[in-house]
């Protein structure tokens, strides 16, 4: 199967007059706290729904700056002066005894920085939405959050169907093995049976170009190659709901493809980039803004562009928010 | 395409770090990724080895015949009607799934960080998951238990299992002995993150093994000292259920198997109240 012709193996695509975008609603009414009632509170129609959601992160930090106690605070300067392992013992120690107010985003009576503040907002199944915000801290944490990689800290979020990140499918636990051998171990912790990957997988190989990599141990596959294979496994797999943080230079044509023919297959995406803001704007549907951790704006990418420009360009050129360093292979080789 | 009927509902209460019972009750949403990563951690043991899982048998077997070889010449050592190596691979069994469990346990969230990046999971899910090795070990054990029984009954015909309703004592002190690894794990994996002396944690288990009936009866320890070491040591308590499950005989009583049981159920619930305060804390040093 060549490359262009992987989107055929997933069947017919829905003619555009079937496609559905409705417009977004905001959330009202009281909350359900059952899954059942949740399930008939959220329209068929939306496939994310976000609740009130908060996140604050850098206790840490602001520890260090605050410091607990006297005592702690001597402490901290006798463990910073001579050792490094004891400093973060004490910091670990101070967050610990400070879970309670932590959890309710305070420490010492001081309230931490929100990334994102309340946000609530509901997005209709079938559409591409791009997150825009300056920084990318908040929109970092709004799709790490749907993705289900982190939870939220307050609040909620109901998803209709099953989610992946392309963060969650570039995870290969097992870098000795092969890439067929890890692709089946990831999609049964992203929720999919053996068999929808194994039925994936020639759509995968043909989205790739290269087939012959999906037999090789991971690490002997080039990154770029490793990249490819994470966006063939979103677009392939058995997802609704795909969360992209970062649209790369150089991505695969067919990725581009896919963010145009997706809604017409029902699957809802959120998209974003640091670089390439502008295109993953052209490729969305429908733009989320975030501003100072709170929800600024949600609707069609036209209408947003055109009422708030300004933003969108401070956003486009805003300085790049740096990723979280690689995780080693392993710092702990020695096993007995 | 999958159905889009399915809802997930994410929430993070805020009264979640204060109640024990519920951020073990979030684990019933997390089986799938306990036994993947439980496989995985089996697999990881033995990648990149020629021989794989037959050092299991190595590690397991070789250990056991040096101790075997020694003490059942020891006088003091002999366990009257129960032949020796039935004595020691019993006791070795629940030895070696909590001494592997700990020396396994607290790097079990420094191997699956990968996946704990990534997928939102309760800490002590990956706890669990680090169960699998000492599991694979509780069963090999087994299987070398009822092989040497079934030795022991053709050749001696005598057979040594007590096929009543003290069994029951088997499947609570393994379950005991696995809360005992997860309550110590729970705790060492968090500060393993941070502080790398738990690696030596090993000089102190091989003390724990010499404080534990496991290759010597209960009876060789002086009076005064045999009720300290009942009551301080869980582990004693456990092996000596073990035992008495298996075969009907125990150099302990009752009150020992009580107080082993509230002191590990305790260690348990203290290691899973610790992992639930940190999970609020790894996003910033995972």
């Keep these: ?336 | 395409m999958s159905a889009h009927n399915s809802v997930d509902l994410l929430v993070r209460s805020e009264e979640a770090p204060l109640n024990v019972f519920s951020y073990l009750s979030q684990l019933r949403n997390h089986w799938t990724l306990i036994i993947v990563a439980g496989i995985y951690l089996v697999r990881r043991t033995y990648q990149r080895t020629l021989l794989g899982p037959v050092w299991l048998l190595g590690q397991g077997v070789l250990p056991m015949l040096g101790m075997m070889a020694v003490f059942q010449h020891v006088s003091k050592f002999q366990t009257g009607d129960l032949p020796y190596p039935l004595f020691l691979i019993s006791g070795m069994g629940i030895w070696t799934t909590v001494d592997l469990g700990i020396k396994r346990g607290f790097r079990t969230l420094n191997y699956l960080r990968r996946i704990k990046k990534v997928i939102h999971v309760p800490g002590i899910a990956m706890t669990f998951a680090g169960l699998s090795l000492p599991i694979v070990y509780m069963s090999f054990y087994a299987i070398l238990l009822l092989g040497a029984v079934a030795f022991i009954w053709i050749t001696d015909h005598r057979f040594l299992l007590s096929l009543d309703l003290k069994l029951v004592f088997v499947p609570v002190s393994v379950v005991l002995a696995l809360m005992l690894v997860v309550g110590i794990s729970a705790v060492t994996s968090v500060i393993f993150l941070i502080a790398r002396d738990i690696r030596h944690i090993g000089s102190l288990l091989h003390l724990w093994f010499f404080l534990t009936p496991i290759a010597y009866p209960l009876d060789v320890l002086p009076g005064s000292w045999r009720a300290v070491w009942e009551y301080a040591n869980p582990l004693v308590g456990i092996v000596e259920m073990y035992r008495y499950g298996l075969f009907g005989i125990s150099g302990a009583g009752y009150e020992v198997f009580l107080a082993a049981a509230a002191s590990t159920i305790s260690i348990f619930m203290m290691g899973v109240w610790f992992m639930m305060r940190s999970d609020w804390i790894l996003d910033e040093i995972l």
Aim: proline residues 5%; aromatic residues 6%; glycine residues 6%.
């Design chain 1, 1 to 336: 199967m060549e490359a262009g012709n992987w989107m055929n193996s997933l069947g017919p695509v829905l003619p555009e007059a079937d496609v559905r975008r409705p417009e977004a609603g905001s959330v009202s009414g009281p909350t359900p706290s059952h899954p059942s009632a949740l399930a008939n509170a959220v329209a068929n129609d939306v496939a994310i729904e976000v609740r009130n959601v908060s996140y604050w992160r850098g206790a840490a930090s602001h520890l260090r700056k605050q410091r607990q106690s006297e005592a702690t605070n001597q402490l901290l300067e006798l463990g910073r002066s001579r050792n490094d392992v004891l400093d973060h013992l004490l910091e670990f120690g101070s967050m610990f005894l400070n879970v309670r107010s932590l959890a309710q985003g305070e420490i010492s009576g001081q309230r931490l920085e929100r990334t994102l503040n309340e946000v609530s907002v509901q997005i209709p199944r079938g559409s591409v939405v791009c997150v825009v915000d300056i920084g990318g801290l908040s929109r970092t944490a709004l799709m790490r959050i749907v993705a289900k990689v982190i939870p939220p800290k307050s609040g909620e979020v109901i998803l209709r169907g099953k989610v992946v990140s392309l963060e969650q499918a570039e995870a290969i636990p097992m870098p000795y093995r092969t890439i067929r051998y890890n692709l089946l171990s990831l999609g049964r912790l992203l929720g999919l049976q053996r068999n929808e990957v194994l039925a994936a997988l020639p759509s995968m190989e043909a989205f790739t170009g290269s087939a012959e990599f999906f037999d090789m141990p991971v690490r002997r596959v080039p990154k770029s190659k490793k990249f490819d294979i994470a966006q063939s496994l979103v677009c392939s797999g058995a997802f609704d709901v795909i969360v992209a943080q970062e649209i790369r230079k150089g991505a695969n044509e067919a990725w581009f493809r896919f963010l145009d023919e997706a809604p017409g297959r029902g699957k809802t995406l959120l998209i974003s980039s640091s670089r390439l803001l502008n295109d993953a704007l052209d490729h969305s549907t429908h733009a989320l803004l975030l501003q100072e951790g709170r929800l600024l704006d949600f609707g069609s990418t036209a209408v947003m562009r055109a009422r708030h420009a300004q933003f969108v360009d401070a956003a486009t050129h805003a300085s790049i928010h740096v990723a979280e360093e690689e995780i080693p292979l392993d710092d702990d080789q020695d096993d007995e």
